[in-house]
């Protein structure tokens, strides 16, 4: 970005000229991210519904990411936008593991993330606005830990689970009755997508799992072995069983009073 920003800042997302349009523009936007924590680690996990106004634009977009070995990114807003700065994202991450001979630390990667967010707040007061959620495991401090912004790129950690995008509202409120701080890894990824589930069931931009077409939400867990993606076979078991439950109980799980 630095190196763009030098030489050539018409390449950089942020500063490139729109042109005069009526209304609002029109492009693919991605919905709904979650996440939590757990002892261990931390799980991140968005719907695959990409929506242009009141048109479903695709069913399948994928909108998690590896940021790198130890972290992960979760997309909201203009999706093309939000695919472009996660790869410039990723690719600064490389370059500077490659010329430090360290990785960057997780604090320093929230931070950076910011910094390109906040370059892209020309294109988000036109309508293009891009929202990520940021996840990782923190090998310092031995944690998962997750933080999220605003599209000016202020910057906060979230401390046990965060959501992001249209249906973050009841994404959060399902995470909010149903977060524990003894989750295994199992159960914190079963919760996400309960909260998915919810938030499908309140937003039409959130789509829930796909039983007839076998579309079901990405789920990605870092630990400290790293970023792994859970595979189809294993998201499926999980989305499958919160289905039938909810063949019984339509609202989902109920929490304690006391």
């Known amino acids: 970005m630095d190196f763009l920003g030098s030489h050539a800042p018409e390449l950089l997302p942020g500063n490139r000229p729109l042109p005069p349009v009526q209304g609002a523009i029109e492009a693919p936007h991605g919905t709904t991210i979650v996440a939590a924590s ?122 046990g689970f965060a959501a992001t995008g249209s249906g973050s509202v009841f994404a959060r409120s399902a995470l909010k009755k149903l977060f524990r701080e003894d989750f295994t890894e199992h159960q914190a990824a079963t919760a996400v997508v309960q909260a998915l589930y919810d938030a499908a069931d309140d937003d039409s931009a959130t789509g829930g799992p796909d039983m007839a077409r076998r579309i079901y939400p990405i789920v990605t867990v870092i630990t400290e072995e790293g970023f792994r993606k859970l595979t189809e076979a294993e998201v499926s078991e999980i989305a499958r069983a919160v289905h039938e439950r909810r063949l019984d109980q339509p609202d989902g799980p109920r929490a304690a009073l006391l």
């Open 38 to 159: 757990f002892p261990g680690g931390v799980v991140l996990a968005g719907d695959r519904r990409a929506t242009m106004g009141n048109v479903i634009a695709q069913r399948d977009i994928e909108k998690v990411f590896p940021a790198d070995e130890y972290s992960a990114v979760g997309i909201a807003g203009t999706a093309g936008l939000a695919v472009e700065m996660v790869k410039l994202f990723q690719l600064e991450l490389e370059h500077f593991e490659k010329v430090e001979g360290a990785q960057l630390s997780l604090e320093g990667k929230a931070n950076r993330l910011s910094t390109m967010i906040r370059g892209n707040l020309g294109m988000a007061m036109q309508g293009l606005a891009v929202v990520p959620l940021f996840a990782g495991y923190d090998v310092d401090r031995e944690k998962g830990r997750i933080f999220s912004y605003d599209v000016t790129g202020g910057r906060s950690e979230e401390h």
